[in-house]
Structure formats: C-alpha cells, structure tokens
C-alpha cells in the first residue's frame, strides 16, 4: 500500500480512527506504508497531517502499529518535510517555510495557499538532517518496522534534487552531486541511527509535481540509485515516469528499467497500476513490488480481490481529504458486504 496523505490527524497528532483505517488493510506479509509524517513543526504544509516529532504523537501511534502488526502486516512510516510546499498559517511564529531557494510555488496551484519560502542557509541544514533522524528514531519507538524518506512530489528533499527548482551556487546547488548530497545527507544520517535495513527513500525524478522539474531525470535517477546502493538500503520506491502530475497516466518512453538494472536491492515500482499490469511488471522482472494508492483506498481487501479477480470499489476523490473520521476514510465495503 502505498502512502496516502489523508489529512485526518487533528492538531497533527494521528487519531484512533487511523488504526482502524490501517489495520482494514493490513494482511499477512503485506507491506503498509503510512501517510506522510512530519519530521518537525517546520515541516507541514497541509492541514490535519500527522506528525512524529512529539512525544504525543508517538505514543498516538502506538495503537495503530499495533493494530496493523497484528493482522501480520509490516508498516514503514513515510517521513517528510513539505519545504517551501506550505505557508505562513502552517509555520511557527507564522514564519516563511523553507527550501532549497526562495522561489515560490505558484500560488493557487493545486487549490493551495502557498507562501515565498525562504531559502536554507548552508549552516542551518544539518539541523534539517537531524530533524529527519530524530523523526526515524521516534518512528522506531512507535513501533514501525522502518521508515520511508520522502524525497519526491515536490517537498523539501524534492526541492534540492531538481535542477528546475534548486538555484543554489553552494555545495548543495549546481553540479547533480551537489544536489543530492541533502538527501543523501539524510539517508546517512537515518542509516545509522536506525539501520539501512530499515530504510526506504521514495523518489519522483521524471515528474513535475509543484513545479518541480529537472532537466536531465534519466541522470538524476541514476546518480540516486548507485549511490543509495553504497548505504544498502532496503528498497527504492520509484513513481513511474508516466505519472507527471498525480492521477493521469502519459504515454512516455521512459521507463524504470535503466534503474532497475543498477539498485541492487528491493524496487518498488508505483504509479496508476491496475491488477494486470502490476503482474506483468513483476511476471517481466520490472519491479520486485508494485504499489497501489487510490485502488487501496477504496478497496481495503484489495490484495484479496487481486487474488480473486473480484470487482472493484470505485474511490471518491470529492472524499479523499476531508478530515472525516469514517465517510471516504473506513467506510469502503469488504468484499463480502459489497
């Protein structure tokens, strides 16, 4: 399952309704990825989103990783920082959020209120880092089987990965190297606070998302992949090229396959996947797992329905976040009561 921001953690603390929401699609082996988790009270962007930077919030997490592990599933919780994705009302002190540069998103894009960020000053990021350390730490102690670093969609890690948003001259700006070495930075820096097999990092280098874009994603991608391969991470988790802007599928001729030959561990390929071409991805050797967003959603038996080949429960996307704590969120019909 692949994560989903559902914007149903009120005063970013997640909520009893969550265990229920997770546990429903939670199975034996399967592998749950939660919805982003911000690092620190810096990094929100969007209302009523969870968080793992209080003592609060993990023991609010607790109970939901419980009730997934006992359903015999295994959780990662998705860490993230929403960079210059975010405004004013979302920031301390109602402060500038920040990034890799002071241009803006565009505001409006994507029905959001984006405020001018304020760009990084080389000395602050280390704090950024260990803020995503501290993060993977607390998720451990909530119970997580490991974390997945969020660096794609256009957040914060995103932000200094392409070359379309990044206009730095420093050491984290310019060359593809110097790019890299934030997320890079936070991939070490998370590898030995809880261990590499416990770490998975999820990128987007072919997208768009909150005009994030880069010249050149074929090299970035590669350039990621070998060098995640020296920290031996867990897993890769890829977004298809063919997903440019979230929800529509385009016909491209790139593929994963290039990255796939060089990440030497576990890829999770993710993008508009159905039940046949999920299969053909893993019969072809293309992906060793595929993710599934929207259909989980709204299908919280849907490796069950896979298996079977049963119909499918259409998602509502009117319902995808509104901060109810059943309707659009628990409510979907197992098979059974469909």
Not at 92 to 110: E, W
Not at 221 to 244: D, G, S, W
């Amino acid at each position: 399952m692949a994560p989903l921001t559902r914007d149903r953690s009120y005063g970013n603390v997640p909520q009893p309704h969550a265990a229920v929401y997770y546990s429903q699609r939670a199975t034996g082996g399967g592998l749950l990825v939660s919805e982003a988790t911000g690092v620190s009270d810096t990094a929100q962007g969007y209302p009523e989103t969870p968080g793992v930077w209080t003592k609060e919030q993990i023991e609010a997490w607790k109970p939901i990783v419980e009730a997934v592990h006992q359903k015999g599933a295994i959780f990662f919780c998705q860490i993230w920082h929403c960079g210059r994705v975010s405004s004013y009302s979302y920031q301390p002190n109602g402060q500038a959020p920040f990034s890799s540069t002071d241009k803006g998103v565009t505001p409006g894009l994507d029905g959001g209120d984006w405020s001018p960020p304020r760009r990084l000053q080389p000395d602050e990021i280390p704090a950024i880092v260990n803020d995503f350390r501290l993060a993977a730490r607390n998720a451990i102690e909530a119970g997580f089987d490991g974390v997945e670093i969020h660096g794609a969609n256009g957040y914060l890690i995103d932000q200094f990965l392409k070359d379309q948003v990044n206009d730095r001259t420093d050491n984290y700006g310019g060359s593809l190297e110097n790019r890299c070495r934030f997320a890079l930075e936070i991939v070490e820096a998370v590898a030995n606070e809880i261990g590499a097999d416990k770490i998975g990092i999820r990128l987007s280098p072919f997208a768009d998302y909150m005009e994030a874009g880069d010249s050149n994603p074929e090299a970035l991608a590669l350039y990621m992949a070998n060098e995640l391969n020296k920290y031996n991470i867990l897993y890769l988790h890829m977004i298809e090229p063919r997903m440019v802007k979230a929800g529509e599928i385009y016909v491209t001729p790139h593929s994963l396959l290039p990255i796939r030959k060089i990440f030497k561990n576990t890829l999770i390929a993710a993008g508009g996947y159905r039940r046949s071409d999920g299969n053909q991805a893993i019969a072809e050797n293309y992906a060793d797992l595929v993710a599934y967003g929207r259909l989980f959603l709204a299908n919280p038996d849907l490796p069950r329905r896979f298996e079977l080949d049963a119909p499918l429960n259409k998602y509502n996307r009117n319902t995808f976040y509104i901060p109810d704590p059943i309707v659009g969120y628990t409510d979907y019909p197992f098979l059974e009561d469909a």
